[in-house]
Every structure is written in structure tokens, then in C-alpha cells.
């Protein structure tokens, strides 16, 4: 990975980003291009002193080859894990350079000295990037993400992160909640992209999605005025256009627990048309007007579609 070149701190994400990881790290952190500290003599001395405690406290005494044994393993582990830290904060620091605002709630002390615990001991590159996600995330909005969320990912294989991938990637969401459709019990989903029922069955034993078989999520039936019901998926939506009268319609669906919700918030979904319109296929009945396009936000979690499409069977 490159190194964590911080030319610009005074915009207030990078401010919020470089207290919350000097209170996880327990010193004042500054970024590498104007930090050497790891690899500096007097950063050597300082971990050589901390081994030389550690001996005098536990009541042992260490003869000259043995001190440099331990002061080796001091120096290798110490550079790793501030190596590590880096990496997930130059991750974070360039999401957060595309914000321009962050919340004024502080982040959690407790969770802050949580998450760099396990954070100096994630090495993957691609973990890294998960984590510096969720660095970046609390800080622009605090209480995103959960300790029990840290802990769990921090079990999570590279294996079985790259199983919740492709869950995330057919996310949906509707009036809050997040979901995977799965109309004809799973064989659209292992066709089109190859999701086992024992991918299922691994990431309802991890926690992730629920473990409950056939559930539905419906639209109840309008009975005076028209409804229009939107669902999400990454950047496209669907808009459902329900005339007075339409019955209530039902699709079966995986459901995300809080924790996978939250988790599925870092990987942005590589969008499938075809995934788009089997969704839609699902709702065609007579008098609904069924569109799907670029989803926009608005004020109020309002939502519009651009370049929109009806679609038709």
C-alpha cells in the first residue's frame, strides 16, 4: 500500500479523523509523510525499555541474549501493528476527503480503543479497506456501527467475507430494511450468480442474514388513494405506481440482520440489470406502473429517478 501522505489536515474530516485515532492509539497520531517514528532510534529505545519493564515486572531476569530476543520481537510487532494502523487510516482518511461535512457527535471512546485493538492486527489489504471503511463511516456519523459489528467482522475469514460480498451486491432496501430477493426460493440467486444454499446456510451460521426460511416482504393492499413504493438497490431504483385498489403483493426475500445491514453499508452493489428486472417481474400485475432508473436523494429521505424506464414484460 501507498503511504499515508496527509498534505491537507484542515478540513474537519481529516481533523475529526486524526483526534479519534490519537485517542485510539493512545498519542497524538501524524501521518507519515511528516512521522518516522517506527522506524527512528528513539522509537527502537522506547520499545527496548517497555520489553526491559515488562521482565522487571513479571519478576524475571533476562540475561543479554534473551533481552535482544524479546526487544526483536518488541520492534517487529510494534512496526507491524503501526504499519497496519496507517494503512486502514490512509483508507479512511480518502473517504473522508470526498466529505465535506461530518456529524459534531464525538465518536465513542470505547469503541474508538475497540476498534484500533483489532485494527493493528489486520494485514490483508482487503480487510484493511473494510475497516478503513468503517473508520471513515463512524466518524462522519457515529453509532453506525456497532462493537458486536467489529467483533464479528474481526472473526470473519477473507473466505467468508468474499460469501457476504456477494449477498451485498443484491441488496435492496425498502422503507428501511435491507433484503435479498429470492422470488423462486434461490434459483434465480445460484443461476445468475452462483449463491449456494450452503452460502446461505454459512452467512445465517455467521450471523449475517436470518436464518428463517420463506419469508415474505409485502405491500399492503391500497384501498383509497394511490401509492407509490420505492425500493433501492446501489445507485438505480424501482418506483411501484399502486392505484387505489391494488391488492397487496408479496415477494419472497433473505433478510439482513442488524449486523450484516450495517456491514453491507461498506460494499457498494455492482448493479445487474438483470437482477433489476427479475425484481420488477415480481410486481406485474394490472394497473401497476412499474419504472426503474438512477435513484437520486432529496431532502427529507425523499427520493427521485432520473433516466428512467417502464418496464414491460
Known amino acids: 500500500m501507498a503511504e499515508f501522505n496527509l498534505i491537507k489536515v484542515d478540513g474537519k474530516p481529516i481533523e475529526k479523523l486524526i483526534d479519534v485515532v490519537s485517542k485510539g492509539i493512545g498519542t497524538i497520531y501524524k501521518p507519515r509523510a511528516i512521522r518516522k517514528e517506527a522506524e527512528s532510534k528513539a522509537y527502537e529505545i522506547e520499545i527496548i525499555e ?25 520492534i517487529y510487532k510494534e512496526i ?3 504499519n497496519n494502523i496507517d494503512n486502514v487510516t490512509k483508507i479512511a482518511a480518502e473517504q473522508l476527503s470526498q466529505e465535506t461535512e461530518v456529524s459534531d457527535e ?5 469503541w474508538t480503543t475497540r476498534f484500533f485493538n483489532i485494527a493493528e492486527n489486520i494485514s490483508d ?7 478503513g471503511r468503517i473508520l471513515a463511516g463512524e466518524i462522519k456519523q457515529p453509532k453506525s456501527f456497532s462493537l458486536r459489528t467489529l467483533e464479528l467482522l474481526k472473526n470473519l475469514s477473507k473466505e467468508e467475507a468474499e460469501v457476504f460480498t456477494k449477498f451485498s451486491n443484491l441488496k435492496i432496501k425498502t422503507a428501511g430494511t435491507s433484503l435479498i430477493f429470492n422470488h423462486d426460493n434461490g434459483d434465480f440467486l445460484e443461476n445468475e450468480f452462483g449463491i449456494k444454499f450452503t452460502d446461505r446456510l454459512l452467512l445465517a451460521e455467521l450471523g449475517l442474514i436470518s436464518s428463517e426460511n420463506n ?13 407509490i413504493n420505492y425500493i433501492g438497490y446501489g445507485s438505480k431504483g424501482i418506483f411501484l405506481h399502486r392505484p387505489k385498489n391494488t391488492p397487496k ?5 433473505l433478510v439482513f440482520t442488524k449486523t450484516g ?30 419504472e426503474y432508473g438512477d ?6 429521505d425523499e427520493v427521485m429517478l432520473i433516466n428512467k424506464t417502464e418496464y414491460n414484460e
Open 249 to 253: 403483493q408479496s415477494v419472497q426475500v
Open 50 to 74: 517497555r520489553a526491559k519493564t515488562m521482565a522487571i515486572s513479571e519478576g524475571k531476569e533476562i540475561d543479554a541474549e534473551t533481552l535482544a530476543r524479546i526487544e526483536e520481537r518488541f
Open 215 to 227: 419469508l415474505e416482504y409485502s405491500f399492503f393492499a391500497t384501498e383509497e388513494n394511490e401509492r
Open 261 to 290: 445491514a450495517e456491514l453491507s453499508k461498506l460494499i457498494e452493489p455492482e448493479i445487474n440489470i438483470n437482477y433489476l428486472k427479475k425484481i420488477c417481474s415480481s410486481f406485474v400485475i394490472p394497473n401497476v406502473k412499474i
Open 125 to 131: 489489504e482487503e480487510m484493511q479497506l473494510l475497516w
Open 80 to 82: 507491524k501493528h503501526q
Open 106 to 110: 464525538s465518536v465513542d471512546e470505547d
Open 295 to 300: 435513484s437520486v436523494n432529496l431532502p427529507n
